[in-house]
């Protein structure tokens, strides 16, 4: 039978907004071999198990798969100190910038924004939602949560042939990048401007359609087919003086 170190179980939680979970994960032995099991759900109640080996695997795969595992819980914001919060014990560290997310509207406003111009529209995706922070050579994504993560080879490749410090909100789809909107650029805070403001830069990005980064284009008052739009149009994302519509 194969010998394996101590450290088999790792405990995580995610404490945010009304949720608190914890997320258990285990490299136990089976047989001689190892079986790498889970169990998840609200701190102090019943959790729900599983696993991730659907048969037994030798040592050194277990551990690659739990290893992968945690890591990817971390990704999410689940770390190992007791408080939950991403500031503490964890491989992912606070950007300092929390990315403003979509508000949900309604079915029956959909058509009324797609008309209003103070809104314009932009397609969604479905994506990984990541901004990139750029500075000079320092390259570094952020999740939804504001913790740093990794990006694509080829888009980080791609932003080292760009030069100059600028912070883009997009999405990223396989080895792709779509730019939705600018932060910042050399120093200086767009977030605050309305997308309909005069000084926004235009086109999401100075690295606009460069190799695997697009910009996603906006428009106004693209309202043709009522019906269709009704069905494309999914959330809002609030800004004062001028919104972005996502539509699917």
Same mark, same amino acid.
């Given at each position: ?14 404490? =945010?907004?009304?949720? &608190?979970?914890? #997320? ?5 032995? %089976? !047989?001689? +071999? ?77 058509? =009324?924004?797609?008309? &209003?111009?103070? #809104? ?5 995706? %479905? !994506?990984? +939602? ?119």
């Amino acid at each position: 039978m194969q010998s394996a170190p101590h450290q088999n179980r790792v405990t995580l939680y995610y404490r =945010a907004g009304t949720s &608190d979970k914890v #997320y258990q994960t285990a490299i136990e032995p %089976d !047989g001689g +071999h190892f079986v790498v099991n889970f169990a998840y759900g609200r701190r102090g109640a019943t959790l729900t198990t599983g696993t991730k080996t659907s048969s037994p695997v030798d040592y050194d795969t277990a551990r690659q798969i739990h290893t992968k595992l945690v890591g990817e819980k971390k990704a999410k914001g689940y770390t190992e100190g007791l408080d939950g919060t991403p500031y503490e014990h964890s491989d992912k560290q606070p950007s300092g910038i929390l990315p403003q997310l979509p508000n949900p509207v309604e079915e029956a406003e959909v058509e =009324a924004l797609l008309r &209003d111009d103070s #809104y314009c529209a932009q397609e969604k995706f %479905d !994506g990984r +939602h990541l901004l990139i922070r750029k500075e000079d050579e320092r390259i570094e994504g952020i999740n939804k949560k504001g913790l740093i993560v990794g990006l694509p080879q080829t888009v980080a490749n791609d932003l080292r042939c760009i030069s100059g410090s600028f912070i883009p909100d997009g999405e990223s789809v396989g080895d792709d990048y779509h730019a939705f909107d600018l932060l910042e650029l050399h120093g200086d805070n767009f977030a605050p401007v309305a997308v309909s403001g005069p000084v926004r830069p235009a086109g999401g990005s100075p690295a606009v359609n460069h190799f695997g980064i697009r910009a996603c284009p906006a428009g106004r008052n693209r309202v043709q087919d009522p019906a269709k739009d009704r069905a494309l149009g999914t959330a809002a994302a609030g800004k004062p003086g001028g919104h972005r519509v996502q539509t699917a």
